[in-house]
């Protein structure tokens, strides 16, 4: 077209310089008359040729088109491709919407019909037309999407040259096989276009422009810059059927996510009810007392392998709700100074079976009402404290809780701080991922699950978690969640605390310090002592001190130091679950750990932790003449839960639905109600509102929710609905006990009954040592309790000369000495249940036999009390116990020159170390009526003979001889 508008314009600028160069020859005829001629002469011989181009143009186009590569302007139509493809959608329409691309394209290069091939992976053979174009008027009717055809039937004998990826074009005139040539006309094919399509140097598929009346003519560079567009349009098709691919898999992921998550969670459900019968019958042994050694011990195994078994189904549903998405924070109103002291009572339970040091600081400052999901916090923490036990063999962990408050939202911080083994730095990577356990040469146990699941619970409260560690040096990690504020309240208010002046008696530094720490954030007055002199100083000056705080290893050193100076001061004892003080005036009882809101509670002089330890411990409730009615759907549960009251003297009503709590109700008055959650026909709710519509006295009688579910939230959920309190299934024996504590009337809780030993039977036991296991005792001395009594008596003779052993070993430094005796000490106080002192014991044996001077220095001085007093203990207990065999009745009056022999005899036998000869003749002495004096002799010799003090059996014996030598000489002089 250009080409004849360039001549048309030629034509007529010449003709145009003819009419005017014929005009001035006209006008200069005489000058030039033979100018016209050779002007009319070009002027024909122009017009021939322009009619002669007109004629080809017009009758080539009458029958074919122009050459392509003359109409094709292959940038612009790159740019066309690429606007159109950018409006394409992935979606079901992208086929037809490349289609109608093609077709322009058609258009633009004057093609007949492109294809786009897709060579199958599976063999290279075979190729799949994915989309195609035809026009209309060509259209052969041949090829549909979706067919598949082998690469021999499309281009015979092509393979080769399309794996070398450059592009090409077939002309039956062309060298190619001869079957190529009969395809191409056979389909009436002029010519053919060949873009192979490469992706990451692998061919995988190729483009096919065909054209029936007009051969294509491109140049090498001009096919390069063809084959964009197409390379364009066929990454959009990748693109979609991958997009397609990944839905069709993420599809079947989540249905088979949501049918593993499913079978989990039923799993899981069906696992836990089982499990809570296993642990609730297990403590139901536990608590019994009265079985062999060896049941009871199957018994221990059963519910610590239980326990661990629940928490592993606990995780595994926590995994699979995470994995489906199904994971949520359910933000409820709580009380923080709740949740925290959940978390020191959960880790007292976790640290109670080890020897670590467990501190926890919390800032008062804090608000002391949150809104959030305090279960998931609490759960993080859990996991995390579980953590640091299985990799802290020895030393502490330390909590440190602080927050940041930004307007309405508190951020808190939680610090958990290890001495244990760290983490190597090569491990420290997959700390968070799931599944993965690190340090496994280490036998320790655990699913790999709890630390990534606290990492994604603290991200779900726009939080996060993250850890220090040192390999050797321990760990730290640092949990942070976010939390609404409910009231700007703090958690303690400093201005309400008594001011007290609290002297402290406590020689471990790190527990001084902890405890100095505690004192100043409430802004107590404190003073420390760390020795016994100090202390006696500071009871000596004129200061009146309004407790004195000590642990509770070093209550009876305290003790002793207070009767020597005739102090009244009250005493604070900072004691575990074992220690009892039931015989001791004006001392209170604080379990350990402590924190700044347990001691604030305390100094306000309005809570329930200021109990004396003369009356009920708060641990041990004791009602037999409560009232409890239990309900619950599952028989097997209402046995558990009855069996665990009874171990609190309570006999208990049972009814297995909400109609016949209503029915027995109408009947009968309770002083405590509990009432399982889930029930048919009439829940546990439904029942709690018909229950508070009564018009009798159980209206207002507390209802306790009992339920498997310990959901966020569901605490309240029940509060809502009318009930007072809440326990999870398996209910756990110590908050049982503080159920019972807080909600049964204080009438109705006594003191428990001691009753004398009166047979040896090992079911009678009935006596009570403080920190002695006399069960444990009695079971290592066969069962018999008038063996146990002989070897408390050795026990007490024995330890008191260890004391002295253990004490010159210790002043001269000498560990292997010091390790032999204090093996003794382990061993004698394990046979007769002293537990505590015998694992002291093993831990200063270990000490000293790899000579770590510095934590014997730190202990031993607590272990020689802790046996001192002990000691003592069983000496008290065995002086109240008379029985039949300790009774003597004396018969006859006494011989002074019998006793006169018997006593010298006494005393070369134990000079001997004769110590039957002793006792019988002791015995022998005793059933002989004496004067007082002589009695009282006899009996010192007896006893001081049961418990093989050998230097008393003949200071007493040489005392009665001189006594009677004296009277002998005073009746002869009378004479």
């Known amino acids: 077209m250009k080409r004849l508008l360039f001549l048309i314009i030629l034509f007529a600028f010449l003709s145009g310089f003819l009419f005017a160069g014929t005009s001035s020859s006209l006008a200069g005829m005489v000058v030039f008359e033979r100018i016209p001629v050779l002007f009319i002469t070009l002027f024909v011989i122009l017009l021939v040729l322009c009619v002669y181009f007109a004629f080809l143009y017009f009758f080539k186009t009458s029958k074919h088109s122009e050459p392509v590569k003359s109409r094709c302007d292959l940038l612009h139509l790159i740019s066309l491709v690429d606007e159109a493809l950018q409006q394409t959608k992935y979606d079901e329409q992208i086929n037809k919407n490349i289609t ?48 598949v055809f082998s690469l021999e039937e ?12 450059n592009p090409y074009i077939l002309t039956p005139s062309s060298e190619s096989s001869g079957r190529l040539k009969y395809k191409m006309a056979a389909n009436h094919t002029v010519s053919k276009c060949i873009l192979p399509l490469v992706d990451a140097f692998e061919l995988c598929g190729f483009i096919e422009i065909d054209t029936f009346k007009v051969p294509l003519s491109f ?32 599809t079947q992921a989540v249905a088979g996510t949501d049918a593993k998550s499913n079978f989990l969670a039923n799993m899981t459900h069906e696992l836990r009810s089982p499990l809570n019968v296993i642990m609730g019958l297990s403590d139901l042994i536990l608590g019994t007392g009265n079985l062999p050694s060896e049941i009871l011990n199957y018994a221990q195994n059963i519910n610590s392998s239980s326990r661990n078994l629940f928490n592993v189904v606990s995780d595994i549903l926590d995994f699979s709700n995470l994995e489906s998405g199904n994971l949520e924070i359910t933000p409820v109103p709580y009380d923080f100074a709740d949740l925290v002291n959940d978390i020191i009572t959960s880790s007292r339970l976790k640290l109670s079976e080890t020897y670590l040091s467990f501190f926890i600081y919390v800032d008062p400052t804090l608000p002391a009402q949150l809104i959030g999901d305090c279960a998931r916090i609490k759960q993080v923490f859990l996991n995390l404290i579980s953590n640091s036990l299985k990799y802290t063999k020895e030393g502490s962990i330390t909590v440190r809780i602080n927050g940041t408050v930004d307007s309405e939202i508190l951020e808190l911080e939680f610090e958990i701080q290890d001495t244990g083994i760290g983490i190597k730095e090569e491990e420290q990577e997959k700390i968070f991922k ?8 280490m036998n320790v146990a655990g699913t790999g699950i709890g630390l990534a699941l606290s990492r994604k619970l603290c991200e779900l409260m726009d939080g996060s978690l993250d850890f220090h560690s040192e390999y050797g040096n321990g760990t730290t990690f640092t949990a942070k969640v976010k939390q609404r504020i409910r009231n700007e309240y703090p958690l303690v208010e400093l201005e309400k605390i008594k001011k007290k002046d609290i002297l402290i008696f406590e020689p ?15 802004g107590v007055n404190a003073r420390l002592t760390a020795s016994a002199l100090d202390f006696s100083s500071g009871l000596q000056e004129d200061y009146d001190y309004d407790y ?33 003080y039931p015989n001791e005036q004006n001392v209170y009882v604080l379990q350990s750990p402590l924190s700044c809101i347990t ?23 004791y009602a037999p003449k409560a009232t409890v009615l239990l309900v619950d759907d599952n028989a097997v549960s209402l046995q558990i839960a009855s069996g665990l009251l009874k171990l609190h003297g309570i006999s208990t009503d049972t009814v297995t639905s909400g109609f016949d709590a209503l029915s027995l109700l109408q009947e009968k008055t309770y002083d405590l109600i509990f009432m399982d959650y889930l029930m048919p026909g009439m829940d546990g709710m439904e029942t709690a509102k018909e229950i508070r519509k009564m018009s009798n006295k159980n209206s207002k009688t507390p209802i306790i929710a009992l339920s498997a579910n310990a959901l966020s939230g569901i605490k309240e959920k029940f509060l809502a609905e009318g009930m007072n309190d809440y326990l999870t299934k398996p209910v756990e024996k110590n908050e049982l006990n503080d159920i019972l504590a807080r909600w049964l009337p204080t009438g109705k809780i006594v003191p428990r009954v001691q009753k004398p030993v009166q047979s040896d039977n090992v079911q009678d036991i009935q006596f009570v040592i403080p920190n002695v296991n006399t069960v444990s005792g009695v079971k290592y001395a066969g069962n018999s309790i008038t063996a146990y009594i002989d070897v408390l008596k050795t026990y007490v003779v024995d330890s008191r000369q260890k004391m002295q052993l253990l004490s010159d070993a210790y002043a001269r430094k000498d560990w292997r ?14 046979a007769i249940g002293a537990e505590k002192l015998s694992v002291i014991a093993a831990r200063l044996e270990k000490a000293a036999s790899e000579e770590n001077a510095a934590f014997i220095d730190e202990n031993s001085e607590n272990c020689l009390d802790m046996i001192k007093e002990t000691a003592g203990d069983i000496e008290v207990c065995l002086n109240s116990i008379k029985t039949d065999e300790n009774t003597i009745v004396p018969t006859q009056d006494g011989n002074v020159e019998l006793l006169y022999q018997k006593i010298t005899a006494i005393k070369n036998a134990a000079d001997n170390y004769n110590i039957l000869f002793v006792k019988d003749a002791a015995e022998e002495l005793e059933t002989y009526k004496w004067e007082k004096k002589i009695t009282d002799a006899l009996s010192l010799i007896r006893s001081a003979a049961e418990y093989f003090d050998y230097e008393s059996i003949v200071k007493n014996s040489q005392m009665l001889i001189k006594y009677l030598t004296e009277q002998n000489n005073a009746n002869l002089g009378s004479k």
């Not at 322009?104 to 195609?132: P, Y």
């Not at 799931?434 to 040469?441: A, G, K, P, T, V």
């Not at 932790?609 to 411990?617: D, G, I, K």
């Open 100 to 147: 109608e691309i093609l077709k322009n394209i058609g258009k633009q290069i004057s093609a007949d019909r492109i294809c786009i091939w897709q060579l199958q992976k599976d063999s290279i053979q075979n190729c799949l037309l994915s989309v195609f174009w035809e026009s209309a008027e060509n259209a052969q009717n041949k090829f549909h999407a979706g067919s």
């Open 154 to 165: 499309i281009l015979p004998d092509s393979l080769e040259k399309l794996v070398k990826g």
């Open 219 to 250: 140049s090498q560079e001009e096919l390069m810059r063809l084959s964009v567009p197409f390379k364009l349009i066929f990454s959009k098709m990748r693109q979609s059927e991958l997009r397609t691919s990944l839905g069709t898999a993420r």
């Open 434 to 441: 799931m599944f993965q356990r690190l340090d496994n040469d």
């Open 508 to 522: 471990r530094r790190r527990y001084s310090s902890f405890l100095l720490k505690q004192f100043e954030l409430l």
């Open 548 to 580: 004195i705080f000590v642990s509770a290893m070093y209550f009876s050193r305290v003790r002793t130091l207070l009767e020597r100076s005739g102090s009244n001061t009250p005493v604070v004892v900072i004691a575990t679950n074992d220690y009892n």
């Open 599 to 621: 001691l604030a509670q305390f100094l306000s002089e309005e809570s329930p932790l200021r109990q004396h330890t003369n009356s009920l411990p708060l641990k041990d409730v």
């Open 817 to 830: 000495d010091y390790a032999v005796n204090i093996h003794a000490i382990k061993s004698a106080s394990k």
